[in-house]
């Protein structure tokens, strides 16, 4: 069984660009959410899909979009990228309406300079 | 909107001794999950309590979840360096987002 992978582990980019971050989902897991963790902090979410479909949005702005794929991988996309965007990105995975803990992925660590 | 307090914020303990992190919560909560995150690492699933009152063990960590269904406690006897790392309870389930707590840093000194 393999757990949920992330690309890429760390990225650079500059302000106002755009960056896709990819999350695969646990072998049969068929929900995926997103968080943002700033230093320090605990995950914020961002949003989650379930059959491909936004299954929920935390207080996030529209440049924050994602998708989940047919079998069940997911982007996130982040559109005009601002300093305090930088964070980890974790993405995670579960059994949807089962009582399971989510499976986490390592992140992806952003920086925006 | 609902908010997840824990306490402490940090902790640090002599190696061999007890440490308690407690979360409480202005709302009945459905359920309470717990996750370790070791330094530099990403969250990792310790166990979910759902009944008023439940009480779980894993070999050293014992967790509660209260009658009212507002707060929660991880204690962790006898702490080994392999204990390190930041715990945070959090609420929601599979098809739910989850709501974090604050959490609380556990450093070790040996």
């Known amino acids: 069984e393999t757990g949920v992978t992330q690309s890429p582990t760390h990225l650079i980019k500059t302000r106002g660009q755009q960056v896709t971050l990819r999350c695969s989902s646990q072998?049969?897991?068929?929900?995926v959410s997103w968080y943002q963790q700033a230093l320090g902090q605990g995950p914020q979410f961002i949003f989650q899909?379930?059959?491909?479909?936004?299954?929920g949005r935390g207080n996030f702005p529209p440049r924050f979009s994602g998708l989940q794929f047919p079998n069940y991988s997911s982007e996130l996309n982040v559109n005009a990228l601002e300093l305090d965007d930088s964070a980890l990105y974790l993405c995670?995975?579960?059994?949807?309406?089962?009582?399971?803990?989510?499976?986490f992925g390592s992140g992806t660590r952003l920086t925006v300079v | 909107g609902q908010q997840v307090m824990q306490i402490p914020q940090y902790q640090h303990v002599q190696e061999g001794e007890d440490f308690t992190t407690y979360c409480n919560s202005s709302?009945?909560?459905?359920?309470i999950q717990w996750y370790k995150q070791r330094p530099g690492g990403h969250p990792v699933f310790l166990i979910q309590?759902?009944?008023?009152?439940e009480v779980k063990k894993q070999k050293r960590l014992t967790f509660q979840f209260g009658e009212a269904k507002k707060n929660s406690s991880l204690h962790i006897t006898a702490t080994q360096t392999t204990d390190v790392g930041t715990y945070f309870c959090?609420?929601?389930?599979?098809?739910?987002?989850?709501?974090f707590g604050t959490g609380t840093r556990l450093t070790i000194i040996p």
């Open positions: 995670a995975s579960s059994r949807g309406t089962e009582n399971y803990g989510y499976t």
């Open positions: 899909y379930y059959r491909e479909e936004e299954n």
């Open positions: 072998s049969g897991h068929n929900t």
């Open positions: 709302t009945t909560l459905s359920n």
């Open positions: 959090a609420n929601g389930f599979g098809n739910e987002k989850l709501t």
């Open positions: 309590l759902v009944k008023s009152g």
